[in-house]
Structure formats: structure tokens, C-alpha cells
């Protein structure tokens, strides 16, 4: 019995060791050579064409020298699972370089569980997609994270494949892009606390930030500044944009829906701050299959509308600052076709007509007849400051309500939907009452 126990525990120990001999980490550097292992520092490839043409497995690292630039395009061969990513990475001081003067500088063509981070992607200007997928085959489970995305007369990332899924684009700078930042048609993208800055900067069409054209998309914690048409266009069910900062461009936040849209779903569009827009902090164009619920944002405009809502199937508008300069209206407001709840919103400046509703200007008390809505509305200052913070005296502090269906929480954590105190406060930012000293006699 004793020799069966020792020999099964020299045969586990062997499964152990050869299974973590399957992964294993490459090195590429300028100086290097393809016709060596690659293995270490000392024995590292020189070009990506080798790494192109080496079948990654599951674990598989290839590591890129930092402070190089190295010649494009990568195209991942081989694909990982989970737990167990293809990562691809720098190594040294600094992020690696890849650029390429034609194609695509990162191509994805059939792989999964694959990871980019901490690398430098540039197509130094030219008509190229910085990071794009195989429209014709299924990439999912890709991470992009930490990466600097940068410099094309066309995409920073260009996901087409309807069949594209579970991409996770996080932590990274998508800047100079003469199209859209970030676009995608596949199901379940997660596009978080990235920066995507100066996107759309000479548009064959209207580009946006970030273009969500899948279903299911999460847009959430992201800074959005300096687009041409849209921060972020959605276009299909069950979205969610939380938290972003978006300025500097038309339209903040807009939906328009797909074609392919069979069945509807509900969106949130909950805790942003939208300013320096000159259309419409948000947008929703009507006829379509969605469901909305909009809360807790900051809309700050230089001109438009602050929310302009066409007919849509239900809307759940609450605890909303509507303010800015607008050239008619604060908002523009339809009947849904289904269910309407709309009240605890700021609408500033609110003399006269603030809103058209149905088509007519209304001031707030005509609106609140007319719709039968608006409780807890108000027409005042915010007080909001530079950042959109309200100041100690502002009447937006614990005015608004909690939205059935949505998690708030009275944890005053400074994470969206937490609130201090005995109510959310109305907008996007959330400020805690100072305690009073006791007072000493």
C-alpha cells in the first residue's frame, strides 16, 4: 500500500510539473533574434512575424521589451481559457511600441481569453484600425487594459463581428482617432474607467467616443471629452452607462436603435455628468422597442437641449439637473408609449416655458397639469461649482427618491447609487451633511 501511495504521488507531482510547463513566457526585443528559444531576456525573439507564427497555449506570455517599438501587425495565434489568458505585455522600463503603415496594428481573428495590457498601439496616422477583430469569425473573452491607443485617421478599436462577445476594455487612453474611439456590435463589451479623448477628429460620418452597437453593453466610470457627434451612441437592449464624465462635443449620451433590434429590453443611464455639450446632453430618438430609466445625472449645456426624449416604449426619468444655456427648452419631452414616471428633476434656468411637452411650450406648473407629473420638481439655482459639486446650500442635497428597480444603498461609499445621510441627493454627485458641533454651555 505504501509503494502504490508513493508512486501515485510521484505520478501527481509529474501531472503538476508538466502542467505548469505548458505555460510559458516569451521575450521580444530589437536586438534580439527569432532564430533562438525566446525563453529569457538573453535568448528573445526580434520580431512579431515570429510571434505571429508561434501557436500560443493557455498561460502563454509574450513579453515585448519597454521603450521599443516593434513592427505590426500583431496577430494572435493560439488561444487561452479561463483563468489562463494569452497575455500579451512590456517587460523593462516603460511600454513596448507596436505600430504598424498598413493593416490593422492588433488583428483578432478566431481566438479567446486573449490579453493586452500595458503596451503602446499606434498607427502613426495612417488609415488603419488600431486594435480590430476578424468580422467574419468569433473573438471573445479579450481584455485590453492599461494600454495607450493611439494616433489613426481611422478606429482606435473596431470589434464588427456580431458574434464578438465578452470583451472587457478597461484602464486604458484612446486618443487621436479620426473616427470613433471605441466600437463594437457583439454582446456583453465592458468598457470601464478607460479615457477617450479627441476621437472623431475627421469623420467620413459622425463619430462618437464610444459607439455601443451589441446588446447588453456596459459603459461605466469612463472620461469622455473632445468627440464629433456622440460620447456615447448605444444602439441596442439592456445598456447600461453609469458614471462617465462626457464633455466637450454635440450630444452626451444618445440611442438611436439597430435595425437588427427585434425585442426590447431597459436601459439605465444613471450618475453621469454630461457638460460642455452643444446639442443635447442626452437624446433618444423615438419609435423604438427600449425602456429607459435615467437617473441621477448632471447635464450642464452650452446650447441645444438639455434632454431631448422622443417616443419611446417606457421612461423612468428622476433626480436629474437639468441646467446650462439652452436655445429654447431645458427638455423636450414626449409621452412614452407605455409607462411614464418623471419627478425630482432641476430644470435651470426654469422662467418661462422650461419645457415642450407633447409639442407645446409649457412653464413647470402647466407640464406638471398637462403630464400629471413632475412631482418634487424645481426651477432654481443647483449651486453646483466648476467640477458639478453642490455646495453646502444646494437645495439639491437630499432631494431626491430612490428608484425602484435600482440598487441604492445608504453606505455614502462615493460609489454610484450610495447616498449620505436621509435621501440620494438629485444628480450625479452625491454630498455628505456636515455634523453640527454640540453646543457647550
Known sequence: MTRI?????TVLAAVALAGRAQAAVYYVSSQGDDTKAGTSPATAWRTLQKVNNTQLKPGDSVLLQGGQTFDGPLVPWGSGKQGKPVVFASYGSGKATIASSNNNIVFFHAVSWVTLQNLKLTANGTDDHIVASDPTTTSAYITLQNDLITNTAAFGINSP???DHDWTITGNTISETNETGITFRGANFKVIG?????????????AHGVYAKGPSAQVIGNTIT???????SIRYQNSQVIGNAISNGMI???YFQDADVKSGGTSTIAYNKIFN????????????????VIANNTVWTLGGNAINVRPVKSLTLVNNIFTGTFD???GLLTKPTKSFTEGRNLWFPGSGPVLLWQGAARTLGQYQAASHQGSGDLTVDPLLDSSLFPSAS????????????????????????????????????????RKRSPVRR
Do not use: W
Open 394 to 433: 444646494s437645495p439639491v442635497i437630499d432631494a431626491g427618491v430612490t428608484v425602484k428597480g435600482l440598487p441604492y444603498a445608504a453606505t455614502c461609499n462615493g460609489t454610484a447609487f450610495s447616498y449620505c445621510d436621509r435621501a440620494p441627493d438629485i444628480g450625479a454627485s452625491e454630498r455628505k451633511k
Open 277 to 292: 455639450v452643444s446639442l443635447a446632453g442626452m437624446y433618444l430618438d423615438g419609435g423604438t422597442l427600449e425602456s429607459f
Open 226 to 232: 473632445n468627440f464629433n457627434a456622440s460620447g456615447v
Open 161 to 163: 463581428s456580431l458574434t
Open 5 to 9: 501511495v508513493v508512486l501515485l504521488s
Open 194 to 206: 478607460n479615457v477617450v479623448q479627441d476621437t472623431g477628429l475627421h469623420p467620413s460620418e459622425g
Open 328 to 330: 429654447d427648452y431645458a
Open 252 to 254: 452626451g449620451i444618445s
